[in-house]
């Protein structure tokens, strides 16, 4: 293990350093001397970083050997972000905060959102991204030294900028075994990548940060020169240079800052020595002895602090507040916030601990915990003086306010009480409770809840005593000291134990719960009534005692006196007193006395208790006296009071009769009044119910009456019948007569309205029957018989299908060709900037502009070509590998599950190119109806999992970069989603671009170096103002601010015409985007049911605003938004100007105000706010939109009714990489054994290679070029023809649902033919011969259209065969099959087949829909070919514009360089041939010396002279030929490409290898070959 070598005033080797003179080493020992060297120098930085990293997390890290494992789950790291960027990173943002995960089961996918947080934290403190490492650097273990390099440059960035200590220097300090180092050697090699220099991280970190790297890099040189002179005038004047960028510099400090930078620079002197050792002298960097720009700012900072520290301890010793509070607010002085209101208690506080220090000093970190308690202090007051409970709980338990005894679920009890305390103290006139009052308060309140906890205690073993029915432990319980009972009471122990128990019986039965307890509240309820129920039977005792003896000794006088005392408490009438007597004496008398009875007396207390009193002795008591016999001859206290009472009650009685005499009379005449008013009304009622019956008696005799008049009028007609019967039918005949002839004439009059009507009745009816067959809900047979013609296919149909088919696979050729001859076309834009950059051989260039005009060419050779050999050939075989791969896509096409969780399976890296790549080319990037339904399904499928599997936080979605979302606005925003945009922006985008008066500026700094500039180019003279100036300073002036002003309105005006065509373009809004916003607010609403509607909005906003639109608002010329001219691009004000709007709608659309570092465009705040409830309605609307069964009108039989099979076009390479995916991930993918994903794997087998797809022979075995022809080979696309494998099949288990399908046609054609009520009428009825021939006539014409319609759209077989059945064999079928569906529970006979009825109006509904969507989509396809063309169109401008450029170059170079050769058109410039003549011969020794060659492995370098390099160009230009001559033998010969140099420069591999021995620094060859080849 490693440990640290003490300090000594020289500097000491390290355990590995550089080779001294008196070595005499080997080169083997020499090489593997500095293997170890780096090694042991790699593992002091890893102890550097763990040490910093422990400081700052104030956490102990793994081992050193350990720390680079320990690092890769990014706890620590995000812990680290943690630390400098505490509001962007929490501990709830932390993935395994306590790595339990990972030491459980190891690393996790999701741990790579702790480096992306670690990463977001540097970017957002402006750490430059040069030194960032990819997050599979650290996850994947790629180049963990690139994190140690980042994280050393991070320690001198936040040293600088004064938030962490500065990293050890610890190279040399410490020791390692020689076993660690060789293992880390190990290690390294493995990495097989260049040791970061990090001696050059303060160099670097100065470049990045500077604007001027030049002047920055001359004032830091300039520092170091006047601090090594160790003048202070000097080193302030080059410290105040503003090209040093320095800040917090002040001239009355230049010796402190002298003497401080004197000993930093030793002190890196000194380290700079230990290190050269094992640099080498070209590695060197300057600033390894030189301070750096961050550590001269760092010990500037630490000076300040010092030197506001003295100050603040001087305003504090002096008592003025106003100043000590100004002193702890600077910035200098590095302390926690401070809060200038409470100044007071800084000055007290700080100047008692000042007092109480024994140099009467407080040194900083003394003032900063100080400080820091004392602003939490402060805050928690104010959280005191607004009653803001929950602030306060936050605040008390703060550990920066350092409370002792405070316990967690006291928080509450502390706030509560802490409230009150200082209310009384605001009252009293005390502005503030100190830290000692509140330390008080929160250790009185423990000291109360300890005193309420012994209290339940106490109360718990009252309990249990009660329980136990021991009188003496209850008593010795509730004499207990710390439950505080009043008035018990030892003599009624007995009492309490009875009256307790009884209590706590009620208790448990009122509750039904056996284990209830007595309350403290309860027990003391117990012992006042107990107490209470003994004094009142001593009371009665005694006072029964007294009557008693009266009775006996006959003393009547006294018995009324003894009756009003308390004893008896009995109001008694003294008239009543010789009453009172005799009563009491009789019932004395019938009383019978017990020879044996005692002096003792028995009472009940309350009716359940027994009390005995002593009538001798005066003695009472609970417990029965042992041998008593109660006395019986006396009366008791009840029966004397019962006696008494009654007497009293009889008395007050009479006396009230005798007092209401008058009353009782007058009640008595009240109640004979109405008795006899109650007779009256029951007479006159009984009168009344009568009349009825005498109405009924009347009505009798009147119907008598007209029942004879009636009778004899019938008789008279019934003898007069026959002419009766006469006469009407005279009538009648006369009256039909007329009418008949009125009504004709009327007909003859109105003939042509009379069509009219019958002409509107029949289209109503025809309409009736429509609106049946599509609103109702069981449609009769006879309405679908009428539509059933619908159902047959037209000519026209066939060549619509075809003409889609066709434009389908022209669009997926064309989007796949266009993208490819984009990626040619930044390459080629990367070889023109090696050509401008590194001056690349023009043939290179020349050659790679020639393959562009060939891509379509070879393009369609390979389609052809794919097309027929290989799987595509015509054997069994080979078929049936097509078939299965069919199979296969149609599956994973139709289910999106598989390829959901295939997605997550795969490391981000490559699940982002396999979505890009073999996802959208399996749903033929959306380019029909079904496959545009079938990819929204699998991005709602793969969504939803997303969710629920990754999204911890509802802002995760905001926060992070969702694999999903970026497919789906990626798609989106190309191909047709791309015509979207284009409609809704190009419109106002080209307009504010084309408005060249529009300039909007605002930012106050450009605004104002913009109007320095213009003041000095009017007046020719050097403006006095200052030309770098902070916001604020900017803002002073008030032409700046005009400016300003005038910009923001000229943002409004223009963001508004942006907003309108936004708000009115929502339905030209690709529908895919709309719906995957609905589905992305509808997840997250259910996984976050408590989240705000405005909250799920902005997640919305955030995708269809943010991710969707934004981007292409700014870049519009990156997005095709607008048309570009090949080599043209934006104006930095135009693009200036969009960027202002975009910043606008962004703020607009998340509602997050103008603030902090934009807080002077705050007047667009309520412009913000009125914007974004517009942005709000927006979202909403946006979110309403149908499901996609019902957009695209698609269910489960869709495929079986359309006219072609689904066709993709998708290369070998797609192919082989899907099969590979789902055999490496198909445990997870379809973790059920009996999944059809298994059995369609299983029957595949392994990955076929290359030459199973394109057959034998397609390239040769032996070609020395092999691997290049496969890689084209593996792009050949093929076409499948994707289908469902589980189909009927003949011998198996029939599909319910194909028969459902077949059934269906069968009913339509016999319904056609033959009328009827319902379906299992016309089964049931035989058909007629002119049915028959009817049914003929449409199975003649069926196969006429069979014949015409092409191969691809052909139904299967067996549905042929059947449609040719013949009438009543088709019903026999009809009816076998409705038998086994009615099985199936799809149909029931019961309601004669209505299920399979409605689904053949489905059908006939759909094949309408279907129609009108096909005409559509082509109108839809041809736009997106014509677009495509436009791009397309464009890409060959570009490639033109290229061309011309590269003429020009040529013929440059041409009449400038006649000693270079260039092929034009097949024939060379005869001056080139001079080329070929040079050769140029170096030794290896010549060459090390210009360091073009680094070393030989195997040969020392004083062998180098022996080794002899010969370069001669080669046949092409830009080749050369270079051979290796050992002694004048040849050794070696190898062929060099330039153009490989450069790539490799360009790469930035600063070193090669040439015949796998000699190291080569590639920058120098370059040179070397250009110097003596090309004359550069």
């Known amino acids: 293990m490693h440990h640290e070598e003490p300090s000594s005033p020289a500097p000491q080797r390290p355990r590995y350093g550089s080779i001294v003179d008196d070595e005499r080493l080997s080169a083997e020992e020499m090489d593997e001397r500095r293997r170890q060297n780096i090694a042991y120098e790699y593992l002091c930085h890893l102890e550097e970083a763990k040490r910093w990293i422990e400081v700052c997390l104030n956490e102990e890290l793994p081992p050193t050997t350990e720390l680079e494992e320990g690092l890769r789950n990014g706890v620590y790291l995000a812990k680290l972000a943690k630390f400098f960027a505490p509001k962007l990173v929490s501990d709830k943002k932390i993935y395994d905060v306590e790595q339990t995960r990972y030491k459980r089961s190891g690393l996790h996918f999701r741990h790579t959102d702790n480096t992306v947080q670690w990463l977001r934290a540097m970017e957002s403190i402006g750490l430059p991204k040069i030194f960032y490492p990819e997050t599979t650097d650290v996850y994947d273990r790629k180049n963990i030294p690139r994190m140690i390099y980042c994280i050393h440059a991070l320690s001198l960035y936040l040293f600088k900028l004064g938030i962490a200590p500065q990293i050890p220097d610890l190279l040399g300090k410490v020791d390692f075994t020689e076993e660690e180092i060789s293992n880390m050697r190990k290690e390294l090699e493995k990495y097989g990548i260049q040791m970061p220099s990090f001696s050059k991280i303060g160099g670097i970190l100065a470049s990045e940060l500077s604007v001027d790297e030049a002047a920055l890099h001359a004032a830091v040189i300039a520092i170091n020169e006047a601090i090594e002179k160790g003048v202070a005038d000097q080193t302030i004047i080059t410290l105040k240079n503003p090209n040093a960028m320095l800040v917090s510099v002040e001239e009355d400090l230049a010796h402190a800052y002298q003497k401080e930078l004197s000993e930093a620079k030793k002190r890196k002197e000194d380290s700079a020595r230990l290190k050269n050792g094992s640099i080498l002298e070209e590695e060197r960097d300057v600033y390894e002895e030189l301070l750096t720009q961050a550590e001269i700012q760092g010990n500037v900072n630490k000076v300040n602090k010092l030197i506001a520290v003295d100050h603040i301890n001087t305003a504090i010793r002096n008592c003025d507040s106003n100043k000590t509070i100004a002193a702890l607010m600077k910035p200098e002085a590095q302390l926690p916030e401070v809060y200038p209101s409470a100044a007071t208690v800084y000055q007290t506080e700080l100047f008692n601990l000042q007092q109480q220090n024994a140099v009467n000093y407080l040194a900083h970190d003394e003032l900063s915990i100080a400080v820091e308690m004392l602003s939490a202090v402060v805050l928690l007051n104010q959280s005191l003086e607004s009653k803001n409970v929950a602030a306060t709980k936050t605040h008390i338990s703060n550990p920066s306010i350092g409370f002792n005894n405070l316990e967690e679920e006291n928080l509450q009890r502390y706030a509560e009480t802490l409230m009150t305390i200082k209310s009384e103290a605001s009252s009293q006139g005390q502005e503030y409770l100190s830290w000692n009052d509140i330390q008080n308060c929160i250790d009185m309140v423990n000291v109360q809840i300890q005193e309420e906890n012994d209290r339940i205690v106490a109360v718990g073993l009252i309990n249990e005593a009660i329980d136990h029915g021991d009188p003496t432990k209850t008593l010795e319980a509730l004499v207990l000291p710390t439950v505080k009972l009043q008035n018990v009471r030892a003599v009624n122990a007995w009492h309490y134990q009875d009256v307790l128990k009884n209590a706590k019986t009620l208790k448990c039965q009122e509750s039904q719960d056996d284990s209830s307890l007595l309350w403290l509240d309860e027990i003391q309820k117990g012992i006042d009534d107990a107490n209470r129920n003994m004094e009142d039977a001593s009371k009665l005792a005694i006072g029964t005692t007294m009557i008693n003896q009266c009775l006996e000794n006959g003393d009547s006088a006294q018995i009324v006196a003894i009756l009003q005392s308390p004893n008896f408490n009995l109001r008694a009438v003294p008239e009543c007193a010789e009453t009172y007597y005799n009563s009491l004496l009789e019932a004395k008398s019938l009383k019978t006395k017990d020879p044996d009875e005692g002096p003792w007396i028995k009472f009940s207390m309350k009716g359940i208790y027994d009390y005995y009193f002593n009538v001798e002795t005066g003695e009472g008591t609970c417990v029965p006296p042992e041998g008593i016999v109660p006395k019986t001859s006396w009366l008791t206290g009840e029966e004397i009071q019962n006696i008494v009472s009654q007497i009293i009650s009889d008395y007050n009685r009479e006396q009230l009769w005798l007092a209401n005499e008058d009353l009782i009379i007058q009640l008595q005449a009240q109640a004979r009044g109405f008795l006899v008013r109650k007779k009256f009304k029951e007479r006159k009622a009984y009168l009344q119910s009568q009349e009825p019956s005498v109405i009924k008696i009347q009505a009798s005799w009147k119907g008598y009456k007209q029942r004879k008049a009636y009778s004899e009028r019938l008789e008279m007609l019934q003898k007069n019948v026959a002419f009766v019967i006469k006469i009407q039918s005279w009538v009648k005949m006369w009256l039909a007569r007329r009418a008949y002839r009125k009504r004709l004439q009327y007909f003859k009059d109105h003939n042509e309205e009379i069509v009219k009507i019958q002409s509107f009745i029949k289209a109503n009816k025809a309409r009736e029957d429509y609106i049946t067959l599509t609103g109702s809900e069981n449609p009769p047979l006879n309405v679908i018989r009428k539509f059933a013609y619908l159902m047959d296919q037209r000519d026209l149909d066939f060549q619509e299908e075809l003409e889609v088919t066709r434009l389908r696979e022209e669009v997926v050729t064309n989007i796949r060709s266009s993208q490819q001859l984009e990626k040619d076309l930044n390459l080629m834009d990367i070889k023109i900037g090696l050509l401008v950059k590194n001056r690349i051989t023009l043939q290179d260039v020349v050659s790679h502009s020639k393959k562009l005009n060939k891509k379509n060419k070879n393009q369609a050779e390979e389609m052809v070509t794919g097309e027929k050999q290989g799987i595509k050939g015509l054997s069994k075989e080979r078929r049936k590998k097509l078939e299965a791969y069919q199979h296969l896509f149609y599956l994973l096409q139709t289910n999106p599950t598989y390829l959901a969780k295939l997605i997550f399976q795969m490391p981000q890296n490559k699940s982002t190119k396999f979505m890009d790549t073999v996802i959208f080319t399996l749903y033929n990037y959306a380019s029909n109806q079904r496959e545009e339904y079938l990819l929204l399904k699998l991005f709602k499928t793969a969504l939803e999992e997303e969710i629920n599997s990754k999204v911890d936080q509802i802002q995760d979605i905001v926060t992070g970069n969702p694999t999903v979302i970026k497919m789906v606005v990626s798609f989106n925003r190309s191909a047709r989603g791309q015509n979207t945009l284009r409609h809704l922006l190009a419109p106002v985008v080209k307009e504010i671009i084309d408005d060249k008066s529009l300039v909007i500026n605002t930012s106050p700094v450009e605004v104002y170096k913009a109007w320095v500039n213009q003041l000095e180019m009017q007046t020719g003279e050097a403006s006095k103002l200052p030309y770098d100036v902070t916001t604020e300073q900017a803002l002073t002036h008030p032409e700046v601010v005009n400016r300003l002003e005038s910009s923001i309105q000229s943002l409004r005006a223009v963001t508004d015409k942006v907003l309108a065509s936004i708000f009115s373009s929502l339905n030209l809004m690709p529908y895919g985007m709309r719906y995957i916003a609905k589905v992305l607010k509808n997840s997250l609403h259910e996984k976050f049911p408590d989240a705000t509607e405005d909250e799920l909005l902005k997640i919305v906003g955030n995708l269809l605003y943010y991710r969707y639109m934004n981007p292409a608002i700014v870049a519009p010329d990156g997005f095709d938004i607008i048309d570009m001219t090949a080599g043209g691009q934006i104006h930095s004000d135009q693009r200036r100007n969009l960027g202002c709007v975009a910043k606008v709608l962004q703020h607009a659309a998340s509602n997050n105000l103008f603030e902090g570092e934009n807080a002077h465009l705050s007047s667009m705040n309520d412009y913000l706010s009125q914007t974004y409830e517009k942005f709000r309605n927006f979202f909403q609307a946006a979110c309403i939109v149908p499901e996609p069964e019902e957009k695209f009108n698609i269910d489960e039989y869709s495929d079986m009714v359309t006219l072609s099979k689904p066709v993709i076009y998708i290369s070998i390479e797609e192919i082989i990489n899907t099969h590979s995916l789902l055999l490496e991930h198909q445990d997870a993918i379809a973790p059920d054994p009996n999944d059809v994903l298994n059995e369609l794997l299983t029957g595949l087998g392994e990955v076929p290679d290359v030459e199973t797809f394109l057959g034998e022979g397609s390239f040769d075995p032996s070609d020395p070029n ?98 040719q059945l013949p009438l009543e064999q088709k019903k026999r079928k009809i009816q076998r099959n409705l038998r086994t569906l009615e099985q199936a529970g799809l149909v029931s006979s019961e309601n004669k087949y209505q299920e399979i009825i409605n689904e053949i109006a489905k059908d006939i509904r ?160 370059i040179f070397l070959l250009n110097k003596k080849f090309y004359g550069k």
Do not use: W
Not at 1317 to 1344: C, F, G, M, N, W
């Open 1266 to 1363: 092999k691997e290049n022809t496969l890689s084209q080979l593996v792009k050949t696309e093929i076409s499948l023809s994707l289908t469902r494998k589980y189909d009927l099949r003949e011998g198996e288990e029939q599909d319910i649902k194909g028969l459902m399908m077949k059934t269906k046609r069968l009913i339509v054609d016999v319904i056609r033919a033959q009328p009827g009520e319902s379906l299992a009428k016309i089964l049931e009825t035989p058909a007629s011969e002119h049915q028959e021939a009817e049914h003929l006539k449409i199975v003649e014409k069926r196969v006429i259209l069979d014949s015409k319609t092409p191969e691809k759209m052909k139904h299967s077989r067996s549905i042929l065969e059947e449609g």
């Open 1406 to 1565: 759909n094949q309408r829909r279907y129609r009108q969507y096909r005409k559509a989509e082509l109108v839809k396809l041809q736009q997106t070919l014509n677009a495509l063309n436009s791009k397309t169109a464009f890409y060959e401008d570009q490639i033109n514009y290229y061309n011309t450029y590269i003429k020009t170059c040529l013929d440059n170079l041409t009449r400038k360089n006649s000693r270079r050769s260039i092929k034009i058109s097949g024939k060379e410039e005869e001056k080139g041939n001079k080329l070929k003549n040079i050769s140029l011969k170096y030794t290896a020794a010549r060459l090390h010396e210009k360091g073009v060659i680094l070393g030989i492995d195997e040969l020392q370098p004083n062998q180098f002279k022996n080794v002899m390099f010969e370069i001669t160009p080669g046949e092409e230009v830009g080749d050369f030929d270079i051979k290796a001559k050992f002694l004048g033998v040849e050794m070696e010969k190898v062929q060099l490409h330039f153009q490989d140099l450069l790539q490799m420069q360009y790469e930035g591999v600063a070193v090669m290898k040439m015949f796998d021995k000699a190291k080569v620094n590639v920058n120098l060859l």
